[in-house]
Nanobody, 124 residues
Framework: QVQLVESGGGLVQAGGSLRLSCAAS????????MGWFRQAPGLEREFVAG????????YYADFVKGRFTISRDNAKNTVYLQMNSLEPDDTAVYYC?????????????????WGQGTQVTVAS
């Protein structure tokens, strides 16, 4: 069982930055691949970024490449999402998710554990 708690969301002007954190409970965090997803009102939840168990492999949705960076600190049981050059279209609730396999997935179904989400609002 893994419990995930996101933090770091908020209101930011377009062009600004935020860093989201996702803290995981338990001693086996390093055995989970992690993903960040987001969901805007009226839209489906979509994949943003994923990172492998060790952190050696990452993958991004096309719409965030070059702007967002996913990383993890297994000693701190935490995964991060650094978001730069934010745009109004980035406004959404952001969720972190964990799956007990080496590599991330780009769809939500393979993830067993989810956080409660953190709101990111980008003002134009």
């Amino acid at each position: 069982q893994v419990q995930l708690v996101e933090s770091g969301g908020g209101l930011v002007q377009a062009g600004g930055s935020l860093r989201l954190s996702c803290a995981a409970s338990g001693r086996t965090f390093s055995r989970y691949a992690m993903g960040w997803f987001r969901q805007a009102p009226g839209l489906e939840r979509e994949f943003v970024a994923g990172i492998s168990m060790s952190g050696s492999s990452t993958y991004y949705a096309d719409f965030v490449k070059g702007r967002f960076t996913i990383s993890r600190d297994n000693a701190k049981n935490t995964v991060y999402l650094q978001m730069n050059s934010l745009e109004p279209d980035d406004t959404a609730v952001y969720y972190c998710a964990a799956r007990s396999i080496s590599y991330y997935a780009t769809t939500s179904a393979p993830y067993q554990y989810w956080g409660q989400g953190t709101q990111v609002t980008v003002a134009s």
